[in-house]
């Protein structure tokens, strides 16, 4: 009777085992399946996250650098621009000079270049402006040339899209870009005189609409 007993408990011990090892192995399966599976890096995936952050940093970095340039129109055009600059400033009594100076476009026998001038800070900038325009208020025929702030990326598009509409434009209509960014309308008045359209608005967002078609202002 003790030998079968023995037996007995021996078996149920053996089934044990062997249903303790299917179940381990049931629970190691399980386990290797639910493990979270690691995503490949991607390398487009950095460089999109990349140009996501670069962009706004790009664009504000050139709105700061067109901050600091001034473009001077019809300055004659020769090899001597720094020593023209510089009786710009003694005339207007400018005492910060730009810290380079480029000229803008194609050669034109016509007509001379558009120069940028870049200055150390906006302040700079803006101060060589306004003492020009005081010059030429002061003395009207002390110099001939006009200023305008520097463009961003963004305001030289849109110029492009003025000069389209201005390519378009029915007699006694013109279009033009404003130091602020925006777009004015002027069409001739019966003295013929150019008057602001104040009705017709074009925000930058209309860039790509070369028609330049007009909407109310709200």
């Not at 037996?7 to 381990?24: D, M």
């Not at 558009?114 to 060589?128: E, G, H, Q, V, Y």
């Not at 434009?169 to 404003?178: A, F, K, N």
């Not at 002027?186 to 860039?207: H, I, Q, V, Y």
Request: hydrophobic share 30%; aromatic share 4%; net charge neutral.
């Amino acid at each position: 009777m003790a030998l079968k007993a023995n037996r007995s408990s021996s078996a149920n011990h053996a089934g044990e085992v062997a249903t303790l090892r299917t179940e381990l192995a049931a629970a190691q399966q399980r386990s290797t399946t639910s493990q979270p599976q690691q995503l490949p890096s991607s390398d487009e995936g950095k460089r999109s996250v990349a140009e996501v952050v670069k962009a706004p940093v790009c664009c504000a970095l050139d709105e700061e650098k067109a901050t600091k340039e001034v473009v001077i129109l019809k300055l004659p055009e020769n090899d001597r621009d720094v020593q023209d600059v510089q009786e710009v400033c003694e005339k207007a009594t400018v005492s910060v000079k730009p810290e380079t100076l480029i000229r803008l476009g194609k050669i034109n026998p016509d007509r001379p270049r558009t120069l940028k001038a870049s200055f150390p800070t906006a302040f700079d900038a803006r101060t060589f402006m306004a003492k020009i325009e005081q010059c030429k208020e002061a003395e009207p025929d002390s110099l001939e040339i006009r200023c305008r702030p520097g463009r961003a990326l963004e305001q030289q598009a849109l110029s492009t899209t003025v000069y389209k509409l201005n390519q378009k434009t029915r007699c006694g209509e013109s279009y033009s870009l404003r130091s602020n960014g925006e777009v004015w309308k002027f069409g001739k008045g019966g003295d013929g005189k150019w008057l602001r359209a104040t009705e017709w608005a074009l925000s930058p967002s209309d860039e790509g609409n070369e028609n330049g078609s007009p909407r109310p202002q709200m």
